[in-house]
């Protein structure tokens, strides 16, 4: 992606399962990604420009990637 392209992926996931986000950019931290659970709840990244990001997740539902 270049300039203020933005993508927008969703995932289903089960309870307990872990997912790894792995962001590249140059220059480094120049992109950011937010996460929001079911229902569209925030999980607490709020465009987060960190390039890695591990946890489990909470519920088996889907998630979305932005």
């Not at 996931?13 to 872990?18: I, L, P, T, Y």
């Not at 229902?39 to 979305?64: E, H, I, R, W």
Request: proline share 6%; hydrophobic share 30%.
């Amino acid at each position: 992606m270049r300039g203020s392209e933005e993508a927008e992926y969703v995932l289903a996931a089960k309870k307990g399962q872990r997912l790894i986000i792995k962001l590249t950019s140059v220059p480094l931290k120049s992109s950011c990604f937010d996460l929001k659970g079911p229902d569209q709840v925030q999980m607490g990244l709020d465009y987060d420009c960190n390039s890695d990001y591990s946890k489990p997740l909470p519920a088996t539902d889907d998630y979305f990637i932005s």
